[in-house]
């Protein structure tokens, strides 16, 4: 074993523990969107000679919500115990970016670009199965998730954080948001 190798399932893996985990048909959907999402801004700021990891990207953005279906029973964490349950198959890089992908757990605006951050984001252009500006899917997470004075808090922090981090990717990026969707179609 390399001491610095990372462990990352291959997309075939990825879809083997989907199916495992019986996600629903429109969380894949939305699943298979931001990954492409992620990848062609990780892309474009590749070519601006940033150094990402793709391979981590992929799988990371294809099982972000891969606790989902479940919690919606259980009403667990899923951002967390996606985190976890990656980290128990032998994936706790992939794991660490699943467990950031509602909120990071550190963000340096001026900083690299981090695979976290791209999944992260990408999450917030795609609402249900389309690619929408950040504002539309920002107010739908506000209305579906915040039900009292600390999620409202915790809500205003998780925007502004979202503004900043879209600000941070599209300048390294060079393009602009709005541009997003017409160039995945
Ligand atoms: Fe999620």
Not at 125 to 137: C, E, G, K, Y
Not at 154 to 180: H, S
Request: proline share 3%; charged share 30%; net charge negative.
């Amino acid at each position: 074993m390399g001491m610095d190798r990372i462990e990352i399932p291959t997309e075939e893996e990825c879809y083997r523990l989907i199916r495992e985990m019986e996600m629903l048909e429109h969380i894949l959907s939305h699943s298979r969107l931001v990954c492409r999402v992620a990848l062609y801004l990780a892309d474009r700021i590749i070519e601006q000679s940033y150094i990402l990891n793709r391979e981590l990207i992929m799988a990371a953005a294809l099982l972000h919500d891969i606790t989902k279906t479940r919690s919606f029973e259980t009403k667990e964490d899923h951002a967390q115990t996606g985190g976890e349950l990656l980290e128990d198959q032998g994936y706790p890089e992939v794991g660490r970016i699943v467990g950031q992908h509602v909120c990071l757990e550190i963000f340096d605006k001026s900083g690299p670009p981090t695979e976290a951050e791209i999944v992260n984001y990408a999450d917030k252009r795609v609402l249900h199965d389309q690619i929408a500006p950040l504002a539309d899917r920002m107010d739908y997470i506000r209305k579906r998730y915040c039900k009292t004075q600390n999620q409202e808090a915790r809500y205003r922090w998780l925007l502004a954080e979202a503004v900043a981090l879209e600000e941070k990717l599209f300048r390294l990026a060079g393009f602009y948001p709005e541009d997003l969707a017409g160039l995945i179609d």
